[in-house]
Each structure stands twice: as C-alpha cells, then as structure tokens.
C-alpha cells in the first residue's frame, strides 16, 4: 500500500491550488466545504473559480507558480497542482518536496503526497 486512507482537519489552515481550470475549482469546492483558507495561483481562473472568488471563499494571486509568487502567501499544508502545464505541476512539486510540504499533483499519482478519494 502506498497511500494511508486518512481524513484532514483543514478548518482555518492555509491551502493552495495551482490553476484556475475547472479542475482547480472542483478541488476548491472540497478545500472550501472542509473549511480552509485558501489561496489560488493562476494567470485565469474560470467561471467556477470566478465564482469562488465572488463569494469570498479564495483569495486569488494573479500570476504563474514561482518560488517567488509563494513568497507572497502563507505558508499551506497543503498543495494541489491542477495547472494545464505539466512542467508547472513538475515545478510546484519540486517547491514542495524542497519545503516538505504534502502536494498532490494533477494525473501524476506517483508524484503526488496525497490523493483524494474519487481519483482516478
């Protein structure tokens, strides 16, 4: 078993997503029903996203993924990549290995730190 099936309280502590695509927003929907804060990363977000973003429940940094854009948000337990590029996703997981920061990266399970249930 590669994976331990475990729950995380994620009520109050900082999470990022990598990507605005639809993807992005249905993780966002789980991020926000667990009740984190969560930042978003990405150049365009789509219609999903805008409207997480309308309701207040992510706040938005309009810019690709950098060691430098992740200077500008706190510190999350928890990351997921679902950008379109796969070089992006290769980058935030090497940011995150480096950080020890758990991420899951989007279609890349044996990359990833974590997956969700559901996943294919």
């Known amino acids: 078993m590669e994976h331990l099936p475990i729950l995380v309280n994620l009520k109050g502590k900082h999470c990022l997503i990598v990507g605005g695509g639809e993807a992005a927003a249905n ?29 207040g429940h992510i706040v938005w940094d309009i810019e690709q993924f950098s060691a430098e854009a992740m200077s500008h948000v706190p510190r999350p337990c928890l990351v ?28 890349e399970r044996e990359q990833s730190d974590f997956l969700f249930f559901n996943e294919d």
Not at 28 to 35: N, P, T, W
Not at 83 to 107: D, F, K, T, W
Request: hydrophobic share 50%; glycine share 4%.
């Open 80 to 107: 997921v990549s679902v950008a379109e590029n796969a070089s992006i996703n290769r980058a935030v997981a090497r940011y995150c290995q480096q950080h020890h920061i758990p991420v899951s990266l989007l279609g």
């Open 27 to 55: 993780k966002a929907d789980l991020f926000i029903r667990a009740g984190a804060i969560l930042t978003v990363i990405a150049p365009h977000m789509s219609d999903a996203m805008r409207q997480h973003l309308s309701a």
